[in-house]
C-alpha cells in the first residue's frame, strides 16, 4: 500500500477527479485556462503522473457554454461514457454570481480517449441559476445526479441538491435539497457548499463537500445517510457540524477541497483533492493556477465515519 503519494500529485489541476473502471484509472479536471476537458488513463494509480492528457473537447467562440469550462467529471453509466462539467455564455457576474449552468458529454463508443463525443446537453434543474460541481452515483439500484446550484429564494452563492437521473442528461422527479451554508466555516468568504462526492461504507452513504471562499478558508463538510433510508427525504440525512478536512498551517497546505474519491490497486479508500500551498494570492484566487491535485489514504473510525486526518506537506518522491 502506497502511504505516501508525491504531494503534489498532478500540478495546477483543480477539482480533481479520477475514475477506476476495469483495468484502468482515468482523470480529469479543470485546467488553469478553463477552455477543454482533457483525460488521462492509466493502469495504474501512480501512473497517471505521467499519462499523457487527451484532449476530448474544447469550448466554442462563443455560445452558452463559451467560457469558464469548471469541474468535469467521468463517468461510466448504463453502457456510455458521461463527462459532466459546468460552463458560463459569458465571464460576466451578474447579482455576485457567474452564470455557470450544467452540461453532459455522452459517449458511446468503448473508449472515451479516441471515441466520438456527442455535443453538449443542458442539464435542466428546478431553478435557471448558478449551477455547478455535479456528480452521479448509484444507489438503491438507481441512477443519482447530485451538485450545487443557487436557489435565488436563499442567500449565499449554493447548496447541495439531489435528484434520481431518468438519463444522463434528464432529471427524473423534484429534487430535494440536503445541505445549505449555515455554520461559520461553511460561510467565510462566501457562503457555499459545492464540489459534492459520494462514497459508501457499511451500511451508510456518505457525501463530503467543499464550502467557503476558495482561499485558505476551503474546507469540507460531510453528510450522512443510513444505507436503506430514502435518500430523498432531507430529514433522513446527518450534518457534521464541524468540518471534516481542513487548511493546515504547519504542512502549509491551504484549501483543501473539492474531493473525491477512488480505490488503489488493494482495494486502499483514496481521498483525491486539492489545495495550494501558499495563501498570499495576487488578484482573484480564480485565476491563480496553483490549486494541485493531491491524493491522501485516510482511515475509517470505529464508528463506522471517515478520519480524513490532516493535508500533509508537499513531498515529492515516493520512499
Not at 484509472?25 to 487527451?54: Q, T
Not at 439531489?162 to 466555516?185: D, F, H, I, Q
Not at 427525504?233 to 473525491?260: E, I, L, M
Amino acid at each position: 500500500m502506497t502511504t505516501h503519494w508525491p504531494n503534489p500529485f498532478i500540478e495546477q489541476r483543480a477539482d480533481p477527479f479520477i475514475l477506476r473502471y476495469e483495468q484502468h484509472y482515468y482523470f480529469i479536471a479543470s485546467v488553469p485556462a478553463y477552455d477543454r476537458l482533457e483525460l488521462r488513463r492509466a493502469s495504474s494509480l501512480l501512473d497517471l503522473r505521467r499519462a499523457e492528457p487527451v484532449v476530448v473537447w474544447r469550448k466554442p467562440e462563443s455560445g452558452p457554454f463559451s467560457e469558464l469550462i469548471w469541474a468535469p467529471e467521468l463517468h461510466r453509466i448504463d453502457n456510455q461514457w458521461v463527462i459532466y462539467f459546468a460552463a458560463a455564455p459569458t465571464r460576466d457576474i451578474k447579482d455576485g454570481l457567474f452564470q455557470h449552468r450544467m452540461y453532459a458529454l455522452v459517449c458511446d463508443d468503448a473508449d472515451p480517449l479516441t471515441g466520438s463525443w456527442q455535443a453538449p446537453r443542458r442539464v435542466f434543474s428546478q431553478f435557471d441559476s448558478f449551477a455547478l460541481d455535479a456528480t452521479h452515483f448509484v444507489h438503491q439500484g438507481k441512477n443519482w445526479y447530485l451538485w450545487a446550484q443557487k436557489d435565488p429564494a436563499i442567500p449565499g452563492n449554493s447548496n447541495l441538491y439531489l435528484a434520481e437521473l431518468l438519463n444522463p442528461w434528464t432529471l427524473k422527479g423534484t429534487p430535494v435539497m440536503l445541505s445549505r451554508p449555515e455554520y461559520e466555516w461553511e460561510c467565510a468568504g462566501f457562503s457555499v457548499n459545492e464540489g459534492p462526492a459520494v462514497i459508501k461504507h457499511g451500511a451508510r452513504l456518505f457525501v463530503t463537500y467543499s464550502a467557503s471562499a476558495t482561499d485558505e478558508n476551503y474546507c469540507m463538510g460531510l453528510l450522512s445517510i443510513d444505507d436503506e433510508q430514502d435518500p430523498l427525504n432531507p430529514a433522513n440525512w446527518h450534518k457534521s457540524a464541524r468540518p471534516v478536512f481542513t487548511s493546515n498551517w504547519d504542512n502549509h497546505q491551504y484549501g483543501p477541497g473539492h474531493n473525491c474519491f477512488t480505490q488503489d490497486e488493494r482495494g486502499n479508500d483514496v481521498l483525491v483533492y486539492h489545495a495550494r500551498n501558499y495563501t498570499e494570492i495576487e488578484g482573484d484566487p480564480l485565476w491563480d493556477p496553483n490549486r494541485h491535485t493531491r491524493l491522501k489514504n485516510f482511515r475509517w473510525r470505529d464508528d463506522g465515519t471517515p478520519d480524513f486526518g490532516v493535508p500533509p506537506a508537499d513531498y515529492t518522491s515516493v520512499p
